[in-house]
């Protein structure tokens, strides 16, 4: 008799009452290919989306037949299984949802919609914003709920894809609470405004910012392109972006000059949106760069190619002589190598780490090295001046305290930057 009826669900034509009869009968299976068919009355796959069962509450929320109000009952399911499918089914329907038209069967999708939005099961807003993602149509109040996810993986596709996301949505996620790497999301939009640009650079969230100098489609305005290149100095990260920052203006590509690596100050010199005068800059500046690459050659040839100091500058730190007199004299005699080996003892940095960071002029990046080194923070001054050859304009003072102007957290940050130990 099962089979007789499994054969009536799956099947054949029914009356009304045979469509009652199956939807109660004791054999899930047989509820269950009922549930699946869409020639069913729209009032027994209601009657289904009730069923104890949850394979049988599945099959009717994929059901493309399934009634509005239904759909509507399944979306608060108990059970995420039922949800999930749903959720894909619902989301195909949105853009057929105009917020303008509130008929019954679309406000009850809109309705659908907003209720899943705010499900308590991760995936099942993650599968929600996956599919409306780039959909035009969908309602407003639908995307910013799922822009305003504190859940990367539900926020994030809308905000880097949606259309529907006005500049106006986006500047109040940028000034609110928001998921950790929302602003980075919105940064990779194939179209930011300059106002919404700003608000990211306002944010000073560094790894969104380097998405935003990244994405070549972003308005970003040229004061504000400046102050980036500016302050890039010591973001590593936005040098590469920077560079290749179509419609770089002059005085940014003036200033990166002094900071970019060999690689990156050459490609600069390449740019053929720079007038003649900004590249004469720049191929001095890559001039002097090339003669600072002699830093150990020149400081050997000053100290008569004296042998290798590392041996006994360690051997005075074993015997607790390594201290800060006996630096302050190396200085004074400008006898280099034994002030670069006692740096890279008393920091328990490798040497060629401690040079690179010397030849980088960075004045965080020199008060970072004296930091580590455990020396007071004058000499960190000293050693900018005398050892680094840096301008006395550019030079990082000591408080007037005698303590580092950084804090220990941005101290140990500057000297990540010049890579490992």
């Known amino acids: 008799m099962k089979d007789i009826d499994k054969k009536r669900a799956a099947n054949e034509k029914l009356t009304y009452e045979e469509m009652q009869e199956l939807a109660s009968h004791e054999d899930v299976s047989v509820r269950c290919l009922l549930a699946q068919r869409e020639d069913i009355r729209p009032e027994i796959l209601y009657y289904l989306a009730e069923d104890e069962e949850m394979e049988v509450r599945r099959h009717i929320a994929l059901n493309p037949a399934t009634p509005r109000q239904a759909d509507l009952l399944l979306a608060s399911d108990r059970d995420e299984g039922v949800r999930l499918p749903l959720t894909e089914k619902i989301a195909k329907l949105a853009p057929d949802v105009s917020e303008a038209e509130r008929d019954k069967i679309q406000a009850l999708t809109y309705e659908a919609l907003m209720v899943l939005s705010r499900d308590q099961a991760i ?26 996810d504190m859940e990367l993986v539900v926020s994030g596709p809308v905000l880097q894809f949606s ?15 928001h998921a950790k790497g929302a602003l980075n999301a919105i940064s990779k939009r194939a179209h930011v405004s300059e106002s919404v640009s700003d608000a990211v650079i306002s944010t000073n969230e ?3 910012i380097a998405d935003l100098l990244g994405n070549k489609s972003a308005q970003i305005r040229e004061e504000a392109l400046d102050l980036l290149a500016e302050r890039a100095h010591d973001i590593a990260e936005w040098h ?6 179509p419609q770089l203006s002059s005085n940014a590509a003036k200033r990166m000059a002094h900071y ?12 053929e ?35 290798d100091p590392i041996d006994e500058v360690r051997q005075l730190d074993e ?14 005699e400008s006898q280099w190598q034994y002030v670069i080996a006692a740096l890279s003892v008393l920091s328990k940095m490798r040497r060629v780490k401690v040079k690179k960071i010397i030849s980088s002029q960075s004045a965080k990046g020199m008060m970072a090295l004296a930091w580590r080194a455990g020396i007071p923070a004058y000499l960190g001054e000293s050693l900018q001046f005398k050892l680094a050859k840096m301008p006395i304009g550019n030079i990082l003072k000591a408080t007037q305290k005698g303590e580092y102007p ?4 941005e101290l140990s940050w500057h000297l990540e930057l010049f890579g490992e130990d």
């Open 240 to 245: 590469v972006p920077l560079v290749k920052r």
């Open 163 to 177: 259309p529907v996301l006005s500049d106006e949505d986006l500047l109040e996620i940028i000034s609110s609470t």
């Open 123 to 148: 995936k099942v807003r993650q599968i929600l914003s996956e599919t409306l993602k780039d959909v035009d149509g969908v309602p407003c109040d639908v995307i910013r709920q799922l822009a305003s």
């Open 273 to 307: 949106d720079l007038d003649d005068a900004v590249i004469v800059s720049i191929k001095k500046e890559v001039k002097k760069r090339i003669e600072c690459d002699g830093l150990d050659a020149e400081i050997e040839e000053e100290e008569g190619g004296i042998s």
């Open 206 to 208: 560094r790894s969104a």
């Open 319 to 332: 015997e607790g002589k390594l201290d800060e007199e006996i630096l302050i004299d190396w200085i004074d």
């Open 260 to 271: 970019l690596a060999d690689n990156l100050l050459k490609s600069l010199e390449k740019r």
């Open 406 to 409: 950084l804090t220990d957290e």
